[in-house]
Nanobody
């Protein structure tokens, strides 16, 4: 059972990146899924969550309107589209699994998480 992120890298302010999270050992269709990030020298911050059927999604205030979470249950994949990037978005981004009946709004509610992928926003 694991989650593996990819797609991070260097982006310019105002630029975009698409992060992917590949799940194995379980079916994401049964779970709410989330993204979080660890900011440099700071703690972990929940970023976004999405219902098992993608009917609803939720975002941390600072990323609303700029980031978009999505999923492809058939491929067992989770995504995070990052747009209008700012230097303060620089962080290690990781995906996490919520419960079957719990939509996480904090990283403490993840019962499984990946190792993360680095996103650096700089000119």
């Amino acid at each position: 059972v694991q989650l593996v992120e990819s797609g991070g890298g260097l982006a310019q302010p105002g630029g975009s990146l698409r992060l992917s999270c590949s799940a194995s050992g379980f079916s994401i269709s049964e779970y709410s899924m989330s993204w979080a990030r660890q900011l440099p020298g700071k703690g972990h911050e929940w970023v976004a969550s999405i219902y098992p059927d993608a009917a609803e999604s939720f975002y941390e205030d600072s990323v609303k309107g700029r980031f978009s979470i999505s999923r492809d249950n058939a491929k067992n994949m989770l995504y995070l589209q990052l747009s209008s990037l700012k230097p303060e978005d620089t962080a290690t981004y990781y995906c996490g699994r919520g419960g079957k009946f719990l939509v996480p709004t904090s990283v403490e509610e993840f019962d499984l998480r990946g190792q993360g992928t680095q996103v650096t926003v700089s000119s």
